[in-house]
């Protein structure tokens, strides 16, 4: 006679660090829209913004690599940045081809606008946890991130990605 399977219930999903990364990362971007709302940006716009001006005149393969954000889809942000007027696209003086991206006047004043809205956020995020606790959990996940980095569809590779950028201009 078969053994009976073990009862399965919904322990095997809840309490996964899978799961659990999921849902915060539900609430994560729900904080953000909701706090950042009047600005119509969403958190990988913002990431984006913040890597164009700090990068002026990067390209959309390094921006992907500085944000670890999936190149396909990216070129719908661009798209959605640049009809906004927050960015523009100029040639590459080496190669047509290669659109470089800059931040315009009006992305750099909403930058400036949503910073108070972003830090609202994060905070938010955090909140429900004692001083000590958001500390080590931003260190635990910082760890984490570093550590299995080489494993994500997209890793990080700023370093890589500035790298040329730095040589290139």
Not at 102 to 127: E, F, K, N, S, W
């Amino acid at each position: 006679m078969p053994s009976r399977p073990p009862d399965i219930t919904m322990d095997a999903v809840y309490t996964k660090p899978g799961y659990l990364f999921r849902r915060m990362q539900q609430i994560a971007v729900s904080i953000f829209v909701e706090e950042c709302r009047e600005f119509d940006l969403t958190p990988v716009q913002y990431a984006a913004l913040v890597a164009i001006q700090t990068h002026p005149g990067i390209d959309a393969t390094r921006l992907s690599a500085v944000i670890a954000f999936d190149r396909s889809t990216l070129g719908s942000v661009i798209e959605r940045l640049e009809s906004k007027g927050h960015i523009k696209r100029k040639p590459s003086a080496e190669d047509k081809r290669v659109k470089l991206l800059y931040l315009t006047r009006t992305g750099g004043a909403l930058l400036r606008a949503i910073m108070p809205a972003v830090d609202r956020a994060q905070a938010r995020m955090l909140a429900p946890l004692k001083a000590a606790d958001r500390k080590m959990l931003m260190a635990l996940l910082a760890q984490l991130v570093d550590l299995n980095n080489g494993v994500s569809r997209v890793p990080l590779r700023a370093e890589d990605a500035l790298e040329h950028l730095g040589k290139a201009g």
